[in-house]
C-alpha cells in the first residue's frame, strides 16, 4: 500500500507533464499555421481586390521597328514578381498555338527593374525593352493589341476575375475581328481581377 501511494504522485506528475507538452506542441502547430496562413495571404490573396482597376491605353505605340501596317501584334506586360501571371499563362499559351498560325505575332514587355523569365511554353514571345507610353500603364498583366494597320485596338487585362480562361477572356474575341478584318476599338477598359501595381508608387 505504501509503495502505490508513493507511485500515485509521480505518475500525476508524468500526467501533468505530458499535458503541458501536449499543450505546447498544440499552441506552436497553431502559431506555425497562423503564419503561413498570413504569409499566404500577404504575397497571393492581396492582389485580388474588389476595386476596378481602369487600364488606358492613352500615348502606348509599337517602338518604330513595329509601327505601321503589318501582321496583328499582341504585346504582353508582365511583372516577375507579380503572382497573378500563373492565372495567365497557360492561356498565354494557348493563344500562341492557336492564332499565331494565323499570322499573329506576340511579344512581352517585363516591368522595368524586374527579373525574372517566361516559362518555356512562352519562349515564343520576342522581347520588347520597353514601349513609349509603357511606363503609365496602371497594372499588369495586360494585353496590347494591335491591328494589321498599326493601331491600337484593344489595350486591357486578359479577363475578369481571379484566374484566366479561354472561358472568361477578352482576348479571344479581339483577334477572331481583327483576324476577320474588323475593325475594333477598345483602348480603355474597366476591370475587377487580378492585377498587380506597374508603376512605382508616387512618393
Given at each position: 500500500?505504501?509503495?502505490?501511494?508513493?507511485?500515485?504522485?509521480?505518475?500525476?506528475?508524468?500526467?501533468?507533464?505530458?499535458?503541458?507538452?501536449?499543450?505546447?506542441?498544440?499552441?506552436?502547430?497553431?502559431?506555425?499555421?497562423?503564419?503561413?496562413?498570413?504569409?499566404?495571404?500577404?504575397?497571393?490573396?492581396?492582389?485580388?481586390?474588389?476595386?476596378?482597376?481602369?487600364?488606358?491605353?492613352?500615348?502606348?505605340?509599337?517602338?518604330?521597328?513595329?509601327?505601321?501596317?503589318?501582321?496583328?501584334?499582341?504585346?504582353?506586360?508582365?511583372?516577375?514578381?507579380?503572382p497573378?501571371?500563373?492565372?495567365?499563362?497557360?492561356?498565354?499559351?494557348?493563344?500562341i498555338?492557336?492564332f499565331?498560325?494565323?499570322?499573329?505575332?506576340?511579344?512581352?514587355?517585363?516591368?522595368?527593374?524586374?527579373?525574372?523569365?517566361?516559362?518555356?511554353?512562352?519562349k515564343?514571345?520576342?522581347?520588347?525593352?520597353?514601349?513609349?507610353?509603357?511606363?503609365?500603364?496602371?497594372?499588369?498583366?495586360?494585353?496590347?493589341?494591335?491591328?494589321?494597320?498599326?493601331?491600337?485596338?484593344?489595350?486591357?487585362?486578359?479577363?475578369?476575375?481571379?484566374?484566366?480562361?479561354?472561358?472568361?477572356?477578352?482576348?479571344e474575341?479581339?483577334?477572331?475581328?481583327?483576324?476577320?478584318?474588323?475593325?475594333?476599338?477598345?483602348?480603355?477598359?474597366?476591370?475587377?481581377?487580378?492585377?498587380?501595381?506597374?508603376?512605382?508608387?508616387a512618393?
Amino acid at each position: 500500500m505504501a509503495s502505490l501511494t508513493a507511485i500515485l504522485p509521480v505518475f500525476a506528475m508524468t500526467s501533468r507533464r505530458k499535458a503541458i507538452l501536449a499543450s505546447l506542441i498544440a499552441a506552436f502547430c497553431l502559431a506555425g499555421l497562423a503564419t503561413a496562413y498570413w504569409w499566404f495571404q500577404s504575397r497571393y490573396i492581396r492582389p485580388f481586390s474588389d476595386q476596378p482597376t481602369l487600364f488606358a491605353g492613352d500615348g502606348l505605340q509599337l517602338p518604330r521597328e513595329l509601327s505601321g501596317p503589318g501582321p496583328i501584334r499582341l504585346v504582353h506586360f508582365w511583372d516577375p514578381a507579380c503572382p497573378c501571371n500563373v492565372g495567365n499563362q497557360q492561356h498565354l499559351a494557348e493563344l500562341i498555338g492557336r492564332f499565331a498560325p494565323q499570322g499573329v505575332e506576340f511579344f512581352e514587355v517585363r516591368k522595368p527593374g524586374s527579373r525574372g523569365q517566361l516559362p518555356e511554353t512562352l519562349k515564343a514571345l520576342r522581347s520588347l525593352a520597353t514601349l513609349p507610353g509603357a511606363e503609365r500603364l496602371p497594372a499588369s498583366p495586360a494585353v496590347g493589341i494591335w491591328d494589321a494597320q498599326g493601331r491600337l485596338a484593344y489595350f486591357g487585362p486578359y479577363s475578369e476575375g481571379a484566374t484566366c480562361t479561354s472561358s472568361n477572356s477578352f482576348i479571344e474575341p479581339i483577334l477572331e475581328a481583327l483576324v476577320a478584318g474588323r475593325k475594333v476599338e477598345a483602348t480603355h477598359t474597366l476591370a475587377v481581377g487580378c492585377y498587380c501595381p506597374w508603376a512605382p508608387p508616387a512618393d
